[in-house]
């Protein structure tokens, strides 16, 4: 079975946040949950880059290992989902991240933090009908046959999901396009054409 992966080709994102509004579209998550966010490093330097970070279904997730109440779980395809009527919001989900994608809606008096929700990679979760489904977790796209809307709405592309290998070679194609002298920068008089690790952003 195909394990599933979110990539962000850093080169390819412009910071439009359309992943983020896709992703509230489509599941309809409640005010204070944002489980998919655009974060720009170098903000105004010549070195800015920009990803979309949301849960990595990470292969050894650590916030299933701690969570104290099995509300998280893994999938035979590598999703991470959670059952939100098992969450107690103890919080140690977040505390493991390290992508921060738990999200906890409200901040009450004792620090009650209430049901915990991330990004299922638009698979749904745990729940009796479609309707449940969707009101608890958001659009089952997956089992529709279709990918995350925030990777299918990303308009430069930049957002990749699906199954892993096929994410790297896409990936690992773009690499070598981009340094070739027919790749995407071809056409630039500065190319040195017996170079395959052409670097478009160097002078001269």
Known sequence: MATMKFMCDAERCIECNGCVT??????????GIQRR????????????????VACMHCDDAPCIAVCPTETLFQRDDGIVL???????GCGYCLYACPFGAPQFPQQNAFGE?????????CAGGPAETK?????????????????????????TKALLAGDAQEVADIFRQRVVQ?????????GNPRADADSLAYDASQQG
């Open 37 to 52: 966010r655009v974060v720009t490093l170098n903000d105004g330097e010549p070195e800015e880059v920009s990803i979309s």
């Open 131 to 155: 309707e449940e489904e969707y009101q608890k977790y958001g659009a089952n796209r997956i089992a529709e046959g279709k990918l995350p809307l925030c990777a299918e709405m990303c308009s």
């Open 82 to 88: 959670h059952d939100k009527d098992l969450c107690i």
């Open 22 to 31: 896709a992703c509230k579209n489509a599941n309809e998550v409640e005010w």
């Open 178 to 186: 981009r340094g070739h002298k027919d790749g995407g920068w071809s």
């Open 113 to 121: 933090r209430g049901k915990m929700d991330k990004c299922t990679f």
